[in-house]
T-cell receptor
Framework: AQTVTQSQPEMSVQEAETVTLSCTYDTSESDYYLFWYKQPPSRQMILVIRQEAYKQQNATENRFSVNFQKAAKSFSLKISDSQLGDAAMYFCAYRSYDDKIIFGKGTRLHILP | GAGVSQTPSNKVTEKGKYVELRCDPISGHTALYWYRQSLGQGPEFLIYFQGTGAADDSGLPNDRFFAVRPEGSVSTLKIQRTERGDSAVYLC??????????????FGPGTRLTVL
């Protein structure tokens, strides 16, 4: 069975600085999708970024980028120029072709003004 | 609609009661998913619908939990004889399965269920 591990329960970063959130996963599949979701106090899960496992190029969405290391089964999220609105729970997630998403336990990110 | 909606936003019930949680997916989305998020945890998969049928219900914890999607749009998650351990946020997501592989799941705001 697939698993997703986020080893950092909480992290803090100074506003305008860069922070990296870690995620590792375990799977025997070769084709799958990886995601980072953001969950603010409103509970709404918001997709931040998505990576297809067959793509070698790391995904980038504005200030958010990933470092996808398929062999190491690592999928970290880098947030550049952190903003106060980035404060939230961040979940790393794995999705295989049977469609269910497996989430990590999350990392709570604090932005320090 | 513009996004996935869920009602009620919050539900408080007593142990042993029956509850129904509703999910309205994004219009046109054929796939619908239910997840349960306990305090301090990531969401856990419960059940997945493709159209009207449950394609995968392997995440339902026991036979007190049941979900339907009779017309392939709105879905209702039903919990019988609620227990305090059922207290959690229940999240719904929908996606449009395009040819070539799974599409992104879009989540609703969830229903917070509290069983006293």
């Amino acid at each position: 069975a697939q698993t997703v591990t986020q080893s950092q329960p909480e992290m803090s970063v100074q506003e305008a600085e860069t922070v990296t959130l870690s995620c590792t996963y375990d799977t025997s599949e070769s084709d799958y999708y990886l995601f980072w979701y953001k969950q603010p106090p409103s509970r709404q899960m918001i997709l931040v970024i998505r990576q297809e496992a067959y793509k070698q190029q790391n995904a980038t969405e504005n200030r958010f980028s990933v470092n996808f290391q398929k062999a190491a089964k690592s999928f970290s999220l880098k947030i550049s120029d952190s903003q106060l609105g980035d404060a939230a729970m961040y979940f790393c997630a794995y999705r295989s072709y049977d469609d269910k998403i497996i989430f990590g336990k999350g990392t709570r990110l604090h932005i320090l003004p | 609609g513009a996004g996935v909606s869920q009602t009620p936003s919050n539900k408080v019930t007593e142990k042993g009661k029956y509850v129904e949680l509703r999910c309205d997916p994004i219009s046109g989305h054929t796939a619908l998913y239910w997840y349960r998020q306990s305090l301090g945890q990531g969401p856990e998969f419960l059940i997945y619908f493709q159209g009207t049928g449950a394609a995968d219900d392997s995440g339902l914890p026991n036979d007190r939990f049941f979900a339907v999607r009779p017309e392939g749009s709105v879905s209702t998650l039903k919990i019988q004889r609620t227990e305090r351990g059922d207290s959690a946020v229940y999240l719904c997501a929908s996606s449009s399965l395009a040819a070539g592989g799974p599409d992104t799941q879009y989540f609703g705001p969830g229903t917070r269920l509290t069983v006293l």
